[in-house]
Protein backbone atom coordinates (compact mmCIF):
# COMPACT_ATOMS: atom_id res chain seq x y z
CA UNK A 1 0.00 0.00 0.00
CA UNK A 2 1.56 3.14 -1.19
CA UNK A 3 1.81 6.20 0.84
CA UNK A 4 -0.63 9.08 -0.34
CA UNK A 5 1.87 12.27 -1.58
CA UNK A 6 1.89 15.00 0.99
CA UNK A 7 0.17 18.11 0.33
CA UNK A 8 1.85 20.62 -2.45
CA UNK A 9 4.11 23.75 -0.84
CA UNK A 10 3.99 27.03 -2.58
CA UNK A 11 5.31 30.23 -2.15
CA UNK A 12 5.58 33.01 -4.58
CA UNK A 13 8.58 34.49 -6.38
CA UNK A 14 10.46 37.25 -7.92
CA UNK A 15 13.06 36.50 -10.22
CA UNK A 16 14.64 39.96 -9.93
CA UNK A 17 13.88 41.33 -13.49
CA UNK A 18 10.23 41.20 -13.92
CA UNK A 19 8.16 43.36 -11.17
CA UNK A 20 5.72 40.04 -10.98
CA UNK A 21 5.10 37.58 -8.63
CA UNK A 22 4.86 33.88 -9.90
CA UNK A 23 3.66 30.91 -7.86
CA UNK A 24 5.61 28.06 -7.31
CA UNK A 25 5.42 24.69 -6.71
CA UNK A 26 8.69 23.94 -3.67
CA UNK A 27 10.29 20.36 -3.33
CA UNK A 28 12.45 20.73 -0.46
CA UNK A 29 13.64 17.20 -0.79
CA UNK A 30 13.81 16.55 -4.62
CA UNK A 31 17.57 16.93 -4.90
CA UNK A 32 20.07 17.10 -2.00
CA UNK A 33 21.05 19.78 -1.05
CA UNK A 34 19.13 21.95 -2.84
CA UNK A 35 15.58 23.64 -2.83
CA UNK A 36 13.75 23.05 -6.36
CA UNK A 37 11.08 25.93 -7.42
CA UNK A 38 8.98 24.60 -9.97
CA UNK A 39 7.51 27.47 -12.24
CA UNK A 40 3.83 28.37 -13.12
CA UNK A 41 4.71 26.90 -16.66
CA UNK A 42 5.22 23.25 -15.50
CA UNK A 43 8.24 22.89 -17.58
CA UNK A 44 10.87 25.20 -15.79
CA UNK A 45 12.70 24.38 -12.65
CA UNK A 46 15.33 26.34 -10.58
CA UNK A 47 17.55 24.84 -7.80
CA UNK A 48 18.62 27.06 -5.37
CA UNK A 49 21.67 25.45 -2.93
CA UNK A 50 20.31 25.08 1.07
CA UNK A 51 23.69 26.35 2.12
CA UNK A 52 23.17 30.14 -0.45
CA UNK A 53 19.73 30.51 1.10
CA UNK A 54 19.83 33.62 3.30
CA UNK A 55 16.75 34.97 5.18
CA UNK A 56 15.96 38.79 4.56
CA UNK A 57 15.41 40.74 7.57
CA UNK A 58 13.46 44.16 8.12
CA UNK A 59 10.49 42.98 6.28
CA UNK A 60 7.57 45.04 6.58
CA UNK A 61 5.30 41.77 6.87
CA UNK A 62 6.23 39.55 9.75
CA UNK A 63 3.54 36.84 9.10
CA UNK A 64 5.80 35.79 5.84
CA UNK A 65 9.64 34.68 5.84
CA UNK A 66 11.85 36.12 2.88
CA UNK A 67 14.78 34.53 1.21
CA UNK A 68 17.11 35.29 -1.18
CA UNK A 69 20.64 34.00 -2.18
CA UNK A 70 23.74 34.73 -0.80
CA UNK A 71 25.02 38.21 -2.51
CA UNK A 72 23.51 40.64 -4.43
CA UNK A 73 21.07 38.03 -6.43
CA UNK A 74 18.06 39.97 -6.67
CA UNK A 75 15.85 37.11 -6.61
CA UNK A 76 13.23 36.73 -3.73
CA UNK A 77 11.15 33.85 -2.25
CA UNK A 78 7.91 34.57 0.07
CA UNK A 79 6.77 31.69 2.16
CA UNK A 80 3.54 32.12 4.27
CA UNK A 81 3.30 28.36 5.58
CA UNK A 82 4.80 28.73 8.96
CA UNK A 83 5.64 24.97 8.69
CA UNK A 84 7.85 25.15 5.67
CA UNK A 85 9.59 27.71 7.19
CA UNK A 86 10.68 25.68 10.21
CA UNK A 87 11.68 23.09 8.01
CA UNK A 88 13.86 25.51 6.01
CA UNK A 89 15.63 26.72 9.59
CA UNK A 90 16.38 22.92 10.13
CA UNK A 91 17.52 22.40 6.64
CA UNK A 92 19.65 25.54 5.68
CA UNK A 93 22.81 25.37 7.97
CA UNK A 94 23.34 29.52 7.13
CA UNK A 95 20.11 31.00 6.81
CA UNK A 96 20.60 33.47 8.97
CA UNK A 97 23.96 34.46 8.35
CA UNK A 98 24.59 37.42 7.45
CA UNK A 99 23.90 38.36 3.91
CA UNK A 100 27.59 39.05 1.99
CA UNK A 101 27.12 41.43 -0.87
CA UNK A 102 30.54 41.11 -2.84
CA UNK A 103 29.97 44.43 -4.84
CA UNK A 104 30.09 46.52 -1.07
CA UNK A 105 33.54 46.75 -1.49
CA UNK A 106 34.01 48.18 -4.79
CA UNK A 107 30.92 50.40 -3.88
CA UNK A 108 32.49 51.92 -0.65
CA UNK A 109 36.11 52.03 -1.94
CA UNK A 110 33.66 54.51 -5.29
CA UNK A 111 32.61 56.42 -2.46
CA UNK A 112 35.72 56.68 -0.83
CA UNK A 113 37.55 57.54 -3.68
CA UNK A 114 34.76 60.32 -4.47
CA UNK A 115 34.68 61.63 -0.82
CA UNK A 116 38.69 61.78 -0.93
CA UNK A 117 38.52 63.50 -4.53
CA UNK A 118 35.59 66.29 -2.83
CA UNK A 119 38.18 67.37 -0.26
CA UNK A 120 41.28 67.67 -2.93
CA UNK A 121 38.61 69.53 -4.89
CA UNK A 122 37.89 71.77 -1.85
CA UNK A 123 40.97 72.42 0.03
CA UNK A 124 43.36 73.02 -3.58
CA UNK A 125 40.80 74.64 -5.60
CA UNK A 126 37.99 75.67 -4.35
CA UNK A 127 39.34 77.83 -1.15
CA UNK A 128 42.68 79.16 -2.43
CA UNK A 129 39.81 80.71 -5.36
CA UNK A 130 37.81 82.13 -2.46
CA UNK A 131 40.61 83.45 -0.50
CA UNK A 132 42.18 85.06 -3.64
CA UNK A 133 38.85 86.60 -3.81
CA UNK A 134 38.34 87.68 -0.23
CA UNK A 135 42.05 88.76 0.12
CA UNK A 136 41.12 91.40 -3.03
CA UNK A 137 37.71 92.44 -1.29
CA UNK A 138 39.06 92.57 2.52
CA UNK A 139 39.02 96.30 4.33
CA UNK A 140 42.22 97.36 5.30
CA UNK A 141 40.30 97.38 8.74
CA UNK A 142 39.34 93.85 8.82
CA UNK A 143 42.99 93.28 6.81
CA UNK A 144 44.75 94.54 9.76
CA UNK A 145 42.42 92.91 12.67
CA UNK A 146 43.03 89.65 10.69
CA UNK A 147 46.96 90.29 11.26
CA UNK A 148 46.57 90.96 14.27
CA UNK A 149 44.65 88.06 15.54
CA UNK A 150 47.14 85.57 13.01
CA UNK A 151 50.05 86.96 14.97
CA UNK A 152 48.83 86.23 18.70
CA UNK A 153 48.06 82.82 17.55
CA UNK A 154 52.02 82.55 16.12
CA UNK A 155 53.26 83.77 19.55
CA UNK A 156 50.99 81.71 21.65
CA UNK A 157 51.95 78.43 19.49
CA UNK A 158 55.66 79.43 19.67
CA UNK A 159 55.43 80.35 23.32
CA UNK A 160 53.76 76.85 24.22
CA UNK A 161 51.80 78.52 26.76
CA UNK A 162 49.07 80.91 27.42
CA UNK A 163 51.21 84.16 27.32
CA UNK A 164 53.03 82.72 24.28
CA UNK A 165 56.82 83.69 23.36
CA UNK A 166 57.95 87.37 24.78
CA UNK A 167 58.34 90.12 22.62
CA UNK A 168 61.58 92.57 22.90
CA UNK A 169 61.44 95.94 22.94
CA UNK A 170 63.84 98.84 24.24
CA UNK A 171 63.70 102.56 23.23
CA UNK A 172 66.97 102.67 21.66
CA UNK A 173 66.22 99.34 19.46
CA UNK A 174 62.68 100.89 18.49
CA UNK A 175 63.85 104.31 17.18
CA UNK A 176 66.39 102.26 15.33
CA UNK A 177 64.09 99.70 13.67
CA UNK A 178 61.72 103.11 13.41
CA UNK A 179 64.54 104.72 11.25
CA UNK A 180 64.81 101.98 8.44
CA UNK A 181 61.35 101.81 8.28
CA UNK A 182 60.78 105.98 7.76
CA UNK A 183 64.14 105.48 5.25
CA UNK A 184 61.56 103.16 2.97
CA UNK A 185 58.18 104.55 3.79
CA UNK A 186 58.35 107.33 0.85
CA UNK A 187 58.54 104.84 -1.49
CA UNK A 188 55.45 102.75 -0.14
CA UNK A 189 51.86 103.35 -0.32
CA UNK A 190 49.99 100.96 2.05
CA UNK A 191 46.50 102.13 3.61
CA UNK A 192 47.87 101.10 7.47
CA UNK A 193 51.10 101.94 8.93
CA UNK A 194 53.86 98.99 9.06
CA UNK A 195 53.86 97.57 12.27
CA UNK A 196 56.77 95.39 13.76
CA UNK A 197 56.90 92.62 16.31
CA UNK A 198 60.07 91.52 17.44
CA UNK A 199 60.31 88.07 19.11
CA UNK A 200 62.82 86.76 21.13
CA UNK A 201 63.45 83.15 19.22
CA UNK A 202 66.74 82.26 17.73
CA UNK A 203 65.20 81.10 14.87
CA UNK A 204 67.00 82.99 11.66
CA UNK A 205 63.43 84.10 10.10
CA UNK A 206 61.09 86.89 8.92
CA UNK A 207 57.59 87.02 7.53
CA UNK A 208 54.91 89.28 6.59
CA UNK A 209 51.21 89.33 8.02
CA UNK A 210 48.20 90.53 6.84
CA UNK A 211 47.71 94.40 7.29
CA UNK A 212 50.95 95.17 7.41
CA UNK A 213 52.23 93.43 10.18
CA UNK A 214 56.09 92.28 9.62
CA UNK A 215 57.77 89.92 12.26
CA UNK A 216 61.39 89.51 12.93
CA UNK A 217 62.96 86.83 14.93
CA UNK A 218 66.14 87.88 17.20
CA UNK A 219 67.73 85.09 15.31
CA UNK A 220 67.73 87.50 12.49
CA UNK A 221 68.70 90.52 13.65
CA UNK A 222 72.22 88.22 14.89
CA UNK A 223 72.86 87.08 11.64
CA UNK A 224 72.45 90.18 9.06
CA UNK A 225 75.69 91.73 9.16
CA UNK A 226 74.74 95.29 8.02
CA UNK A 227 71.37 97.23 8.90
CA UNK A 228 71.56 97.40 5.01
CA UNK A 229 71.01 94.06 4.22
CA UNK A 230 67.60 94.41 7.14
CA UNK A 231 66.27 97.01 5.48
CA UNK A 232 66.28 95.07 2.15
CA UNK A 233 64.56 92.21 4.05
CA UNK A 234 62.25 93.99 5.17
CA UNK A 235 61.65 95.79 2.17
CA UNK A 236 61.03 92.18 1.03
CA UNK A 237 58.36 91.91 3.27
CA UNK A 238 56.34 95.34 2.53
CA UNK A 239 56.61 93.56 -1.18
CA UNK A 240 54.67 90.81 -0.01
CA UNK A 241 52.25 93.26 1.99
CA UNK A 242 51.78 95.41 -0.90
CA UNK A 243 50.52 92.18 -3.30
CA UNK A 244 48.35 91.09 -0.56
CA UNK A 245 50.21 87.47 -0.41
CA UNK A 246 50.08 87.48 3.21
CA UNK A 247 46.52 87.65 3.28
CA UNK A 248 46.33 85.23 0.78
CA UNK A 249 47.99 82.70 2.50
CA UNK A 250 46.14 83.35 5.75
CA UNK A 251 42.71 82.60 4.35
CA UNK A 252 43.92 79.58 2.31
CA UNK A 253 45.81 77.87 5.13
CA UNK A 254 42.76 78.64 7.43
CA UNK A 255 40.41 77.52 5.12
CA UNK A 256 41.80 73.92 4.15
CA UNK A 257 43.36 73.47 7.36
CA UNK A 258 40.04 74.19 8.72
CA UNK A 259 38.28 71.72 6.63
CA UNK A 260 40.48 69.09 8.11
CA UNK A 261 40.38 69.88 11.61
CA UNK A 262 36.25 69.30 11.03
CA UNK A 263 37.00 65.99 9.31
CA UNK A 264 39.61 64.77 11.65
CA UNK A 265 37.14 65.93 14.42
CA UNK A 266 39.35 68.72 15.83
CA UNK A 267 36.52 70.68 16.79
CA UNK A 268 38.48 72.70 19.52
CA UNK A 269 40.93 74.35 17.01
CA UNK A 270 44.08 73.39 18.54
CA UNK A 271 45.43 71.75 15.30
CA UNK A 272 44.27 74.40 13.10
CA UNK A 273 45.99 77.23 15.08
CA UNK A 274 49.12 74.99 15.35
CA UNK A 275 49.28 74.27 11.58
CA UNK A 276 47.84 78.02 10.49
CA UNK A 277 50.95 78.87 12.71
CA UNK A 278 53.19 76.24 11.00
CA UNK A 279 52.48 77.53 7.42
CA UNK A 280 52.67 81.22 8.24
CA UNK A 281 56.17 81.11 9.55
CA UNK A 282 57.50 79.05 6.82
CA UNK A 283 55.95 81.28 4.58
CA UNK A 284 55.96 79.33 1.01
CA UNK A 285 54.99 82.09 -1.26
CA UNK A 286 55.18 80.90 -5.08
CA UNK A 287 58.14 81.67 -7.12
CA UNK A 288 56.20 84.26 -8.72
CA UNK A 289 55.45 85.82 -5.29
CA UNK A 290 58.82 85.62 -4.81
CA UNK A 291 60.12 87.69 -7.15
CA UNK A 292 57.25 90.18 -7.25
CA UNK A 293 58.59 91.08 -3.66
CA UNK A 294 61.98 90.77 -4.74
CA UNK A 295 61.62 93.79 -7.75
CA UNK A 296 59.33 95.32 -5.59
CA UNK A 297 62.20 95.77 -2.61
CA UNK A 298 65.10 96.74 -5.51
CA UNK A 299 62.24 99.61 -6.12
CA UNK A 300 61.61 100.76 -2.83
CA UNK A 301 65.60 100.54 -1.58
CA UNK A 302 66.14 102.51 -5.14
CA UNK A 303 64.16 105.12 -3.94
CA UNK A 304 65.36 105.44 -0.26
CA UNK A 305 69.73 105.34 -1.75
CA UNK A 306 69.99 102.33 -0.60
CA UNK A 307 72.15 99.54 -1.68
CA UNK A 308 69.95 96.34 -3.00
CA UNK A 309 73.36 94.58 -3.57
CA UNK A 310 73.21 93.66 0.16
CA UNK A 311 70.44 91.63 -0.34
CA UNK A 312 72.71 89.69 -3.03
CA UNK A 313 75.29 89.46 0.34
CA UNK A 314 72.66 88.05 2.25
CA UNK A 315 71.48 85.36 -0.11
CA UNK A 316 74.90 84.39 -0.78
CA UNK A 317 75.71 83.97 2.48
CA UNK A 318 72.81 81.76 2.70
CA UNK A 319 74.28 79.66 -0.58
CA UNK A 320 77.71 79.07 1.51
CA UNK A 321 75.84 76.84 4.21
CA UNK A 322 74.90 79.92 6.62
CA UNK A 323 71.22 77.85 7.72
CA UNK A 324 71.11 79.46 11.03
CA UNK A 325 68.55 77.70 13.15
CA UNK A 326 66.22 76.79 9.99
CA UNK A 327 63.62 79.41 9.62
CA UNK A 328 63.84 81.91 6.68
CA UNK A 329 67.43 80.82 6.07
CA UNK A 330 66.54 77.07 5.12
CA UNK A 331 63.72 78.24 3.37
CA UNK A 332 65.71 80.62 1.27
CA UNK A 333 69.08 78.90 1.02
CA UNK A 334 66.63 75.45 -0.46
CA UNK A 335 65.41 77.76 -3.11
CA UNK A 336 66.35 76.53 -6.84
CA UNK A 337 66.50 79.82 -8.30
CA UNK A 338 69.19 81.68 -5.38
CA UNK A 339 71.92 82.29 -7.72
CA UNK A 340 69.84 84.29 -10.22
CA UNK A 341 68.15 86.11 -7.22
CA UNK A 342 71.54 87.16 -6.38
CA UNK A 343 72.21 88.21 -9.82
CA UNK A 344 69.03 90.62 -10.04
CA UNK A 345 70.07 91.93 -6.57
CA UNK A 346 73.63 92.96 -7.80
CA UNK A 347 71.87 93.94 -10.95
CA UNK A 348 69.51 95.62 -9.41
CA UNK A 349 72.25 98.21 -7.52
CA UNK A 350 72.06 101.88 -8.10
CA UNK A 351 73.95 103.15 -5.83
CA UNK A 352 77.37 102.74 -7.11
CA UNK A 353 78.56 101.54 -3.59
CA UNK A 354 77.74 105.50 -2.54
CA UNK A 355 74.86 105.80 0.09
CA UNK A 356 74.05 107.07 2.92
CA UNK A 357 74.22 104.70 5.82
CA UNK A 358 70.52 103.80 7.31
CA UNK A 359 71.83 104.01 10.76
CA UNK A 360 74.98 103.92 12.74
CA UNK A 361 76.68 101.64 14.28
CA UNK A 362 75.28 102.80 17.72
CA UNK A 363 71.91 102.30 16.40
CA UNK A 364 72.92 99.21 14.68
CA UNK A 365 73.98 97.82 18.10
CA UNK A 366 71.28 98.80 19.84
CA UNK A 367 69.07 97.05 17.09
CA UNK A 368 70.45 94.31 17.16
CA UNK A 369 70.81 93.53 21.22
CA UNK A 370 67.05 94.31 21.53
CA UNK A 371 66.16 91.34 23.06
CA UNK A 372 68.83 91.43 25.81
Known amino acids: MTEPSPDPLFGDFMDGDAARLQRVRILPDARPGALQLHLPDGESVIDWPLSDLRLIPDQADHSVCVLGLDGDHPARLIIADDALAARLRQLCPALTRRHR??????????LSAAAVSSVALIIFVLVPLMADQLANLLPSEGERAL?????????????????GIDLCSSPGGDRALQTIA????????????????????????AFALPGGHIVLFDGLLKDVQSPEELAG??????????????????????????????????????????????????ANYSRGAEAAADRYAYEVLAGAGLPSSRMGDF?????????????????????????????????????????TPVLTSAEWARLRGICK
Do not use: C, W
Open 101 to 110: DPGIVKRLMI
Open 233 to 282: IIAHEMGHIEHRDPSRLTLRSAGSIGVLGLLLGDFAGGTVVLFLSERLIQ
Open 315 to 355: FLRLMAGDEGDGGLSSHLSTHPENRARVDAAIAADVTGGNY
Open 182 to 205: DRLKPYTDFPYDIRFHILDHKMVN
Open 147 to 163: GEATFEQIRTSLGGGRL
